[in-house]
């Protein structure tokens, strides 16, 4: 799945290349996950920003237009308009500008989603409703951090994913910075030094995902269309069975919560519990 540097990444591209003039042509998937699609006929894209893993497009006439990429989900500007039929099969949206290049919505296994709300209401999406401070951003310290892991006993890598402590970051991204600042993801404690390293480590983590243009396992390609470079760089996910970076041990490869997780059983200890 994209998380914030992919995302960021293609919010950087297109930025460069929306056209400011408005949309006078938009097609949707039948899913009803893509039906809002053209309710921004008629709209300027005036603002991209970014919320966690959601693009949020600002339209002139005082509504967001929201599209999360789901797992596979790209978007990226081209010359020229296509019509459904001709373009490829998993085209899920596109909306066409005045001047003629078509800004399409491309999603292979259809777990994205576009909505369009009024500015800044987002109840349709609650996820996005209740996301944590952006990690790049002044609103997230290790302070902050320490506060909102306290709030669950759920283990740390889980609590990562859920973006309420913090937006934006997925399985890769918490497994690097977990690996990174030495706290074993299945703990359910975590302390205001542990707490202190691991915000330092994920902005860290996330920094050089976008410096790299983000990580393509599988499907993902930027605005342009590119692979992204950060797998070429990753210390600990998707390495299992492999000498840790640090120490040399194999990283261990397991499911925590459901998710697969990878981690160094000597680096990352996991604390006692109390009796």
């Known amino acids: 799945m994209p998380e914030l540097p992919e995302v960021e990444t293609i919010r950087r591209q297109l930025v460069a290349r929306l056209p400011g003039d408005p949309i006078v042509a938009a097609w949707s998937h039948p899913s009803p996950k893509f039906a809002d699609a053209p309710l921004a006929i008629g709209s300027s894209i005036v603002e991209l920003d970014r919320r966690g893993k959601y693009l949020i497009a600002r339209l002139d006439d005082g509504r967001d237009l929201i599209v999360h990429l789901g797992m596979t989900g790209s978007l990226a500007v081209h010359p020229q308009a296509v019509t459904p039929t001709d373009a490829d099969p998993h085209l899920r949206a596109s909306w066409t500008f005045g001047s003629g290049p078509q800004l399409r919505f491309r999603d292979v296994r259809r777990f ?37 892991l306290a709030l669950s006993s759920r283990a740390v890598k889980t609590q990562l994913l859920s973006q309420r402590p913090v937006a934006g970051v997925g399985n890769i991204y918490a497994d690097e910075a977990l690996w990174a ?8 404690q975590v302390t205001r030094p542990q707490a202190e390293r691991l915000a330092s480590m994920i902005r860290h983590v996330l920094s050089e995902g976008l410096d790299h243009v983000g990580t393509t396992l599988r499907d993902y390609v930027d605005g342009n269309g590119e ?22 041990q ?10 697969t997780t990878t981690w160094c059983s000597s680096c990352q200890r996991r604390p006692r519990r109390r009796t």
């Open 250 to 259: 194999p990283l261990v490869r397991g499911v925590l919560d459901g998710r």
């Open 227 to 248: 692979r992204g470079g950060h797998q070429l760089h990753l210390s600990c996910y998707g390495r299992g069975g492999e000498p840790c970076e640090r120490c040399g």
């Open 112 to 148: 994205g989603r576009i909505a369009v709300t009024e500015r800044d209401d987002h109840r349709s999406l609650p996820t996005l409703a209740t996301l944590g401070p952006e990690p790049l951003g002044p609103g997230f310290t290790g302070e902050h951090l320490h506060r909102a």
């Open 181 to 188: 600042a030495r706290v074993h993801p299945a703990s359910t």
